[in-house]
T-cell receptor, first 111, second 114 residues
Framework: SQELEQSPQSLIVQEGKNLTINCTSS?????LYWYKQKYGEGLIFLMM?????EEKSHEKITAKLDEKKQQSSLHITASQPSHAGIYLC???????????FGQGTRLTINP | GAVVSQHPSRVICKSGTSVKIECRSL??????MFWYRQFPKKSLMLMAT?????????EQGVEKDKFLINHASLTLSTLTVTSAHPEDSSFYIC??????????FGSGTRLTVV
């Protein structure tokens, strides 16, 4: 089965600082999804990456998928309190037509 | 964009009773929906894949008789937690594949069994 390792599991940064969250798989990623969740609420879709080397940006958030399609990173520039939450990477385990998730990264932004 | 509605958002039930959670795709048809469970400060654990008109596919370790899934129409899947016990207390969330290749999530249901 496909297992996704997210790191770090918890991250505390000063407002205005940049940060990176990583998501690694032992198998090829067929579709890598990034979501954000406020605790006890639903998931907010951020980005989806499919092609090796692909990079997408939305506002201050950039996500990349490496050439081998086994690792993705999520980078936030000039973090703001609104970026606080749980970030989850999810992947479709190779044709299974379902989405499984990494452990999540809990991001706290200190003013 | 695609919207998935989940109801109720919170439910408290007595031990031994059953609870039904609904997941609806509001503006698209979803032949496949998914049910997840999330423990406090943990990630989402896929419980089962709900297939319209056929039996659900359960992940390893998930009790089929405890978590009954029905996907009777292209816009509605239900999860029934039968004979609920305090250990079933959790956050349950559904999702559906939308028209593209994305997955849209409901807002979740917090179940508390007392």
């Amino acid at each position: 089965s496909q297992e996704l390792e997210q790191s770090p599991q918890s991250l505390i940064v000063q407002e205005g600082k940049n940060l990176t969250i990583n998501c690694t798989s032992s198998k090829t990623l067929y579709g890598l999804y990034w979501y954000k969740q406020k605790y006890g609420e639903g998931l907010i879709f951020l980005m989806m990456l499919q092609k090796g080397g692909e990079e997408k940006s939305h506002e201050k958030i950039t996500a990349k998928l490496d050439e081998k399609k086994q690792q993705s990173s999520l980078h936030i520039t000039a973090s703001q309190p609104s970026h606080a939450g749980i970030y989850l990477c999810g992947a479709d385990p190779g044709g299974a037509q379902k989405l499984v998730f990494g452990q999540g990264t809990r991001l706290t932004i200190n003013p | 964009g695609a919207v998935v509605s989940q109801h109720p958002s919170r439910v408290i039930c007595k031990s031994g009773t059953s609870v039904k959670i609904e997941c609806r795709s509001l503006d698209f048809q979803a032949t496949t929906m998914f049910w997840y469970r999330q423990f406090p400060k943990k990630s989402l654990m896929l419980m089962a894949t709900s297939n319209e008109g056929s039996k659900a596919t359960y992940e390893q370790g998930v009790e089929k008789d405890k978590f009954l899934i029905n996907h009777a129409s292209l816009t509605l899947s239900t999860l029934t937690v039968t004979s609920a016990h305090p250990e079933d207390s959790s956050f349950y969330i559904c999702s559906a594949r939308d028209r593209g290749v994305g997955y849209t999530f409901g807002s979740g249901t917090r179940l508390t069994v007392v």
